[in-house]
Every structure is written in structure tokens, then in C-alpha cells.
């Protein structure tokens, strides 16, 4: 109801049901043995000059009764109500001029016992009885009958009801044909009904109604097969129920119901909640007409009811007959009108005009043949339907959306194409409901992870657009999942940055003089790391701290370090610029860099967290930054992160071997070196410089200190603000006055952080 508040999908099912009745559409083993005798506008037409216009003495049906009793039909089953004793009799011209001529001469006892005879047979009463004598020498003819005034009809409007002789009459007539079936559905309980005169009735096999169901479209696909009369304990069966039953062998008073299904004998036919049952049609197909629209054909035979008529005078003239003999022999007949105002139209999924006896042959159909179709339990429908929907749930909220989309779409025709499959089998399985259930969780689904990663992504970027790079953004907010709580093992590149003699220089200036131009130092820094598709970890007072190839993968993470320290570097030689000419204090950076094996990810609580990295490869970084002071270097870098930029960029960084230093906190001695500039940059003078420098340090970690010292003092004269030499220069005095061990190898202790 909820989906379908206007019942549009209920009526598309029902569509998917009557595709699937047309589709599988075929004749049964019991299809010929049933024939339609119809008296259609045609065969009024051509009987008119014997028995006068419609409708004909009923001794005419008793003809017929007896041709097909005696050509061996197994049962003969009337559509047609004769609820009334005929009032009238025809005559035609004819007649009148021949009982006009025996008039004249009545003296004549002969010619009058005959015109006295001719006056019985015009009598209406004399036809009926010559149709009842035919019915009762049968014994196999069975009579319709029509319930009408149901329960609200009578609450509606009481004098619907029957009288107490109207309902002894309709008791008495169908006495016949009653099961001893207790009423379950208070819906099928009816308080009046037409039924054939009593003479017929008392002469017949048997009488059902043919009260049929239409559903909300107005397309027939159920029956009644049981209906209640006053009472709820005794059960009148439909036509088509009593002539299968019949013909069966099965005594009306031995069905019964059981576990939702109603027993004949050894065939259980399925009932739906409300009692009925659902019409397995097999009598017909539709076929394309040469101008589009369909043609019903039907799968039983139609024989013209005057076709008998005419057989019958035939074979009593002794002359060959319309049908041959044995036409209807073990042939279940059921007779019907189809003229003008005599027809009984109905809506069936093969056609809006379907012949209504054309429903009742199906019935018999069914039946004899055990087709029938089982519909699931309401409950069991919705829990069946709930299932398909959480499969569709799990895979939509578990998967790409492409990818959930094309299994969707798989599993949805999977199971239209079962369900169609399993109507074949006598399955009627919902195909629209189950469809929009299921594609609309998908979308439900996708449309609560939309909303759930936009929330993300806007989450996302509250935390990170800050400290991350735009297009690191982006690539990130693509995958969320790369923030997750927790941490992972990568090898990254870490880079700390301060600003020297910073604590002085803040307590000589007022607040808000450090504050903005701290602000604005550490907003080009930013844009330096986010150039490069760095992730800003934190601000620390002065300090910075970054870090590169998480959350995405980045291989070239120690070339992009590097290109960050000398982007930081020329930014902050225009901000000294510019500061100079403000007359504003002159800052001044430094920088360590290291790459190595880290855990990166979010850590702290669900509810506050921080992206950041631990490990002692960070550690190493941070101690790299002050190793600056003691070198009068502005960067300097692991061993680590120079191979891993050379690996990406060979050539494009000036990179010196500054020490082997023991850091603070570290045993093992590692070879840093200073970041010095762009190779393309840094001129052929410097190059020859650090030339001999190189020579000098060899000569030093050899304990050849006084030829190192003078290498050093050469770059010096060259160069004076050259810092490490100027380091070594002292280191190789000291060790002059205090030469060292025998196994000294050079590294140099960082005693301070």
C-alpha cells in the first residue's frame, strides 16, 4: 500500500499474469473433450421459419437433449436460466390456415380428435414438458442457477431477500446439489437466487451457479466453487464443479475442505484467502490480425446449435446428417446463447469479450486435468519479498554502485524470468511487486549512502581541507574509507619545519604583532606542502610538520618532501623581503626531512580523533630539524629520502653528505646530508666548492684532520657563510687537542633536540 498507494502496481501485476495465462496458453488432454453448443444470431435466423422467433418452444432443447443423449455425451450442461414455466406459444401463419381447415370440419370425429390434439401441443405447457422428459431420461443434464442478495445487498436493502416460500422453493430445486461444506467465507453467503422451474430442476443431474468473480480491472480469473444459501452449513457448488464431479465419479457430499485447499476425491485444488480460485485458462490463445489488434481463438470446439437440429431431421429422413455420429460421444456439452441480448460476454485476460461459457469450460478443464494454480500466502509473499529486498540491500550497500546496479539488474530479471517460468508449473509469483521492491531498495540504498558520504565528504572536508592539498582532497573524498579510524603500516616521508630563535623573538613583541606575522608565514607554508600534494599533520607553536604518501599513494614521496623544503625556503626569502621593507623581524627556518616506515592513519577516539603518523622514523625527522644548529644548515635530510629522490628525479637536487651522526636517542649512526638547492640553479662555483668539500670530509672520517681541516678552510675563503665547514673546521681543532680512539670512524653525537 505504501508503494502503491493508488493501486497502479496491482493492476500492472495482474497484466503480468494475464502475458503469462496468454503466454503459456495450450490445450490439455481433456480440451477436446469438451464441445460448445451455441446458439448464436445465425442460428436463430435459420430456425425462425420452424419454431417461430426466439425464444423457441423448449421442446426444442429436449431434441436437442435427446440427439446428444443418444449420440453418447458424457454430460450435458445448460449456461442458459429457464427460471420460469413457458406463458406463451407461437404460431405461425401456417399452422392458423391448417387448424382453420380442421375447424371446418369437426363433425368428423377423426378431424376432430386431431384438431384437438394440434390445440394440446400449442399449449406452452406441453414444450416444457417435453424438454423435462427429455432432461429426466438423460440423466446426465445439469441446469445454472444464479445467487444473488448478498449480505450487504440485504443490509442495503432488506426486501431483497428471499420469502419464506421463495427459499423453500430454491432449497427443494437445488436438494440435488448440495456438499456438506460449513461456511468460511462470510462474503460468499447469499440470501436469494434464480434457479430453473422446479420441474426441470427436479428432472436434471444436478444444479451449479454460475456466479463468477471479476477482479478490480474487471477481468475474470477466479471462481467460486462453493456458495451458501441462507445457511453456513450446507455448500452449492458451481456449475462447472458439479459437471467435473460428475463425470469424475465424485459424490457432491464427499468434498471437503483441508489445509486451504478443497478435495475431490484425489485432487486437491487450491484456495485463495477469500475462497476462490484462481482459473488455470488453457482454452485459448490470441493471434495478430493483418490491421494489429488481437483475435481470440479458442481452443474448444464451437458447434452451431441449429447444426443439431437439422442432424436430427436428417437421420429421421434417412439422410446423411450435418454431424457425423459419434460427435459427441464422451463429449461433456454445455450449451450457450451468444445473439444479440441473449450473449454472456466477459473480460478474460485473452480478450474483453470472451464467450462467459468459455470460463465454465475452463473450470471443467482444470479440474479434469489437475492444472490448477497456487498463489503464496500473504504473509509468506511479503516475507519472500522482504528477503529478495534485503539480498538487494546488502549487495547495493556493499558494492560499487555500477557493480550493485548490474547485479541488481541480474538478480531482478532472474527472478521475473523464474516467476514467469515457475506460472508454467502453476506457481503465480509476484513479478511487478517484486521488481519495484527490489530495484526500489537499490535505490534506497544508494540514495542513503549518497546522502551518508556526502555527510562524509562534508565531515571530510571540515577536518582536512585545511591541511590537505585540493586534488589530495578530492581523491581522498572518492574513497573515505582511507581515513578510517585506526592506523596503517606505510613508508612515507616526514618533513618538520621551525622557526629559528622563535621563543626570543616572541617574548620581545606584543601578541598580536607575532600572531600576524606568524599567520602569515605559516600560511605560505601551507601553500608550499599543498603544492605538492602534501598532508599538513599539525601546526606545533612555530613548527610544522607534514607529511607525504598517505592518505594516497604517492611513490615519489621523497622527491615531493624535497621540493617542499626549497619551495619553503624561497617563500620565506620574499616574506624577509617583504618584512625588511616593513621593518619587521627577519625569520629565519629550518627543516628535516625523513622517510622510512611509519603508521599513519586516525587516531584517537571515534569522536575526536587526528590524522597523523607515529613511529620512530618520525622521531628521526624531528631530530633532523635541530641538527641544523649545530651545521649552520637550513636542510638536511636521511639518507633514506636522498636515495628516494634520486630514484625519481636523478640529477635534479644538490644534495651534500653533511655527517654521520648519532642522533639523540638513537644508537645506530645514519649518513644525513643537506638539501642545497635545484640543480639547475645552484652554479658551477658552488659545485666545485662542495667538490672539495666532499674531499675534506672523506679526509676527516679518515682522522687526517689536519689536511681535512685546511680543505675546509678552502671552501670557507670561497665561501663564508659555508656552515659545516665552518662545523668541521672546530671538529678538527678539538680532535687535534684531543686526538680519538684508534677505531674512531667520525660520527659526529647530537647532544641536544
Known amino acids: 500500500m505504501f508503494l502503491d498507494p493508488g493501486g497502479h502496481l496491482v493492476s500492472f501485476e495482474k497484466k503480468t499474469v494475464d502475458a503469462r495465462y496468454c503466454f503459456y496458453a495450450q490445450p490439455t488432454h481433456h480440451t477436446n473433450d469438451i464441445i460448445i453448443l451455441n ?77 384437438l390434439r394440434r390445440l394440446d401441443t400449442l399449449r406452452p405447457e406441453i414444450s416444457d414438458m417435453q424438454f423435462v422428459s427429455a432432461v429426466k431420461n438423460s440423466g446426465k443434464v445439469f441446469q445454472a442457477s444464479v445467487f444473488y442478495a448478498s449480505k450487504l445487498d440485504v443490509a442495503e436493502n432488506p426486501n431483497l431477500r428471499a420469502d419464506r416460500a421463495t427459499t423453500k422453493k430454491v432449497k427443494s430445486a437445488l436438494s440435488k446439489s448440495v456438499a ?43 471462481f467460486n466453487p462453493f456458495l451458501w444459501f441462507r445457511k453456513d452449513d450446507t455448500a452449492y457448488p458451481s456449475l462447472s464443479l458439479a459437471i467435473a464431479a460428475y463425470i469424475k465419479g465424485i459424490p457432491l457430499h464427499t468434498i471437503r475442505m483441508h489445509n486451504n485447499s478443497m478435495i475431490i476425491g484425489d485432487t486437491a ?22 490491421d494489429g489488434k488481437g483475435k481470440y481463438e479458442s481452443f474448444y470446439q464451437y458447434i452451431p446449435y441449429d447444426f443439431v437440429i437439422a442432424s436430427k431431421d436428417l437421420i429421421q429422413a434417412g439422410e446423411q446428417p450435418f454431424l457425423p455420429k459419434g460427435t459427441f460421444k464422451d463429449k461433456i456439452v454445455l450449451v450457450t446463447a451468444f445473439a444479440a441480448g441473449l450473449s454472456d460476454l466477459r473480460a478474460t485476460p485473452f480478450s474483453p469479450v470472451t464467450p462467459g461459457v468459455e470460463i465454465h469450460a475452463n473450470i471443467i478443464d482444470n479440474i479434469l486435468s489437475g492444472r490448477f494454480l497456487h498463489s503464496v500466502e500473504e504473509w509468506k509473499e511479503k516475507l519472500y519479498v522482504f528477503l529478495l529486498a534485503l539480498v538487494i540491500g546488502i549487495i547495493a550497500s556493499s558494492s560499487r554502485p555500477y557493480i550493485g546496479f548490474a547485479i541488481t539488474i541480474v538478480i531482478t530479471a532472474s527472478i521475473i524470468g523464474l516467476h514467469w517460468k515457475l506460472f508454467d508449473h502453476g506457481w ?87 600572531s600576524a606575522i606568524l599567520n602569515e608565514y605559516l600560511g605560505q607554508m601551507m601553500k608550499c606542502i599543498k603544492k605538492t600534494g602534501g598532508t599538513l599533520d599539525k601546526f606545533i607553536g612555530d613548527a610544522v610538520m607534514a607529511e607525504w604518501n598517505a592518505p594516497i599513494v604517492q611513490e615519489d614521496h621523497a622527491a615531493r618532501a624535497c621540493e617542499t623544503a626549497l619551495f ?19 625569520l629565519n627556518a629550518r627543516i628535516g626531512i625523513n622517510s622510512g616506515e611509519m603508521v599513519v592513519g586516525n587516531m584517537g577516539s571515534s569522536e575526536i580523533f587526528d590524522y597523523t603518523v607515529i613511529g620512530t622514523e618520525v622521531n628521526t625527522s624531528a631530530r633532523l630539524e635541530p641538527l641544523n644548529k649545530d651545521f649552520g644548515t637550513r636542510i638536511i635530510v636521511s639518507e633514506s629520502t636522498r636515495c628516494g629522490a634520486e630514484k625519481y628525479y636523478p640529477g635534479k637536487f644538490v644534495f651534500r653528505l653533511l655527517a654521520r651522526v648519532a642522533l639523540k636517542g638513537r644508537i645506530i649512526p645514519l649518513n644525513v646530508y643537506e638539501l642545497m638547492g635545484w640543480k639547475d640553479t645552484i652554479g658551477e662555483g658552488n659545485l666545485e666548492l662542495i667538490e672539495i668539500y666532499c674531499k675534506g670530509l672523506d679526509l676527516f672520517f679518515k682522522a687526517e684532520l689536519s689536511d681535512a681541516k685546511k680543505l675546509f678552510q678552502k671552501v670557507v675563503e670561497k665561501h663564508l657563510e659555508d656552515g659545516p665547514s665552518k662545523t668541521y673546521i672546530s671538529l678538527c681543532e678539538f680532535y687535534e687537542s684531543n686526538p680519538p680512539h684508534s677505531d674512531w670512524e667520525g660520527v659526529y653525537k647530537q647532544t641536544s633536540k
Not at 86 to 106: G, P
Not at 463 to 472: K, T
Open 39 to 115: 446458439i448464436s444470431e445465425e442460428a436463430i435466423k435459420r430456425l425462425e421459419p420452424f419454431y417461430g422467433r426466439w425464444p423457441w418452444p423448449r421442446s426444442v432443447h429436449g431434441e436437442v437433449v435427446e440427439y446428444l443423449t443418444t449420440d453418447g455425451a458424457s454430460a450435458v450442461g445448460f449456461d442458459i436460466i429457464f427460471s420460469e414455466q413457458s406463458l406463451r406459444q407461437e404460431v405461425d401463419a401456417t399452422t392458423i390456415h391448417e387448424l382453420k381447415v380442421l375447424a371446418k370440419n369437426t363433425d368428423i370425429q377423426e378431424i376432430r380428435n386431431e384438431l
Open 180 to 222: 456438506p461444506v460449513s461456511l468460511e467465507y462470510r462474503q460468499n453467503i447469499f440470501f436469494n437466487a434464480t434457479i430453473p422451474f422446479p420441474k426441470l430442476a427436479r428432472a436434471s443431474r444436478g444444479i451449479g451457479h454460475i456466479n463468477v468473480i471479476p477482479d478490480s480491472d474487471g477481468t475474470y480469473r477466479r
Open 269 to 290: 485444488i487450491p484456495l485463495l484467502p477469500d475462497g476462490s480460485v484462481m482459473i488455470n485458462y488453457q482454452g485459448g490463445k490470441v493471434t495478430n490480425e493483418k
Open 428 to 514: 503465480v509469483l509476484p513479478i511487478v511487486n517484486a521488481s519495484v521492491v527490489m530495484v526500489s531498495t537499490y535505490l534506497g540504498v544508494l540514495l542513503l549512502k549518497y546522502i551518508s558520504e556526502e555527510r562524509e565528504k562534508r565531515r571530510i572536508r571540515s577536518a582536512f581541507g585545511h591541511y590537505l592539498a585540493p586534488q589530495i582532497l578530492e581523491e581522498v573524498l572518492m574513497s573515505p574509507d582511507k581515513l578510517k579510524l585506526g592506523g596503517e603500516r606505510r613508508y612515507m616521508t616526514v618533513l618538520f619545519s621551525d622557526i629559528e630563535g622563535f621563543t626570543s623573538l616572541s617574548e620581545q613583541m606584543a601578541p598580536e604583532e607575532i
Open 568 to 586: 619553503m625556503m624561497e617563500e620565506l626569502s620574499t616574506l624577509r623581503e617583504k618584512w625588511k621593507k616593513e621593518q619587521k623581524p627577519l
